[in-house]
């Protein structure tokens, strides 16, 4: 069964606008963690946020933040003042008990000049 | 501080061949997690090693086997290759905890012909 979902295959965005990368993910656990990664065409996977499912707080990491609907279990993304270097593919991970990370199938997202 | 190195960037074996990936992790980390992750896809979760053990495992078949070292870094082995085991390997480290997230290396991109 499919644990995290991406439902946008491909987004675009205007340079210097916010956009907003969804995922929704199933668990019947309490106690888990989200993250998101960046994968440039260069094939690295670079991490960007976390969010643990306790937090009640959404978190931020500078230009990311993460939209934490726990009720909804969705954990979107949000870039804000897009730059032509986020264009990337961009994954939702889930961490379950004891350790394993499921990845969604990614949202290519281009910055638009 | 180095982050985690795999070896080699580029691979090509012919189907029926054996390959043998590695891993160096982040300093400081003891947990060493196998992905693949074929074109278009999100990371598949291989196997996970933890004190020379492998403590989780995905669906992998048997032929997908694995080591870890006394200096955490890990091998992954994979026998009588197939055209499907084309794909990106990712090799992640990490510690335990929730909210510690996935260091990931460069990858090794296996071609099988």
């Known amino acids: 069964a499919q644990k995290i979902t991406q439902t946008q295959p491909g987004m675009f965005v205007q340079e210097k606008e916010a956009v907003t990368l969804d995922c929704t993910y199933d668990?019947?656990?309490?106690?888990?963690?989200l993250f998101w990664y960046k994968q440039p065409s260069s094939g690295e996977m670079i991490f960007l946020i976390y969010q643990g499912s306790y937090d009640e707080q959404n978190a931020t990491e500078g230009r990311y933040s993460l939209n934490f609907q726990k009720a909804r279990k969705s954990a979107n993304l949000v870039i804000s003042a897009s730059q032509l270097g986020d264009s990337a593919m961009y994954f939702c991970a889930m961490r379950k008990v004891p350790n394993q990370f499921y990845f969604g199938t990614g949202t290519s997202l281009t910055v638009i000049p | 501080d180095a982050g985690v190195t795999q070896s080699p960037t580029h691979l090509i074996k012919t189907r029926g061949q054996q390959v043998t990936l590695r891993c160096s992790p982040k300093s400081g980390h003891d947990t060493v997690s196998w992905y693949q992750q074929a074109l278009g896809q999100g990371p598949q979760f291989i196997f996970q090693y933890y004190e020379e053990e492998e403590r989780q495992r995905g669906n992998f078949p048997d032929r997908f086997s694995g080591h870890q070292f006394p200096n955490y870094s890990s091998e992954l082995n994979v026998n009588a290759l197939l055209l499907g085991d084309s794909a990106l390997y990712l090799c992640?480290?990490?510690?335990?905890?929730?909210?510690?997230?996935?260091?990931f290396g460069n990858g090794t991109r296996l071609t099988v012909t």
């Open positions: 992640a480290s990490s510690l335990v905890g929730y909210n510690s997230p996935l260091h």
């Open positions: 668990t019947s656990d309490q106690s888990y963690g």
